[in-house]
Structure formats: structure tokens, C-alpha cells
């Protein structure tokens, strides 16, 4: 299956913490890009999910840069997504990397 690599910015608090759920989940040092996804995906199919990615708005001090490959397909439903909070938020900046901590952070809430 075909692989996309995407690039999110978070705060240092944010990846540490993220570091911290992939490596005790068991999924190694390499696992951030599967963890991530399942992420993306759980988020997804959640009903409210525009709205949860325009509360993370007010998250700041995005001073680190994160890359994870994906599959494609996931890809395709990032994208739809994007799409769906645009038309739900139209003045929101950056919606992708707004999605994806959105994800993150909801997987962290959902397993501390």
C-alpha cells in the first residue's frame, strides 16, 4: 500500500507526551507513525470531531516539527476531513496539523 509522509508542528509538552504514550504502548521507538494514525482514524469517526479540532485552536507555542508516514487511503480521509472543518470553521489556520493534535491528544485523554 501506498505511504504519504505528513508534517504536523506541536508544543515540546505535547511531544514528549506523545513519545512517552508510543514508547509504553508498546510500540517502539518506530511506532509513532502507526500510533499516530490510529489516532487520526479513532478521531474520525468521532460525531463531533470539527468541533473538537476548532477548541485545539487555542493550543500555541508550536515549536516542534513532527513527521509520520500514513497509508494513503488514511491520506484520502485526512483530506475529506480538512475539507468537512473548512466548510464548519472557514477562518481556521492549519487545519491539518490542528487535526492531527487534535487526534493525539484525544488518544492521550482516552488512555491515561
Known sequence: MKKVKITFVVPENLQNELRTAVIKAGY???GKSRWVSEAIEAL???NNYP???NINEIMHGFEKV???VIDYSLK???DKAIIEIRQSYPILEGVQSNLVRTAILQKLLRTS
Open 44 to 46: 474520525l469517526v468521532t
Open 76 to 78: 484520502v480521509k485526512l
Open 51 to 53: 468541533e473538537l479540532v
Open 66 to 68: 513532527e513527521t509520520i
Open 28 to 30: 517502539g521507538l518506530r
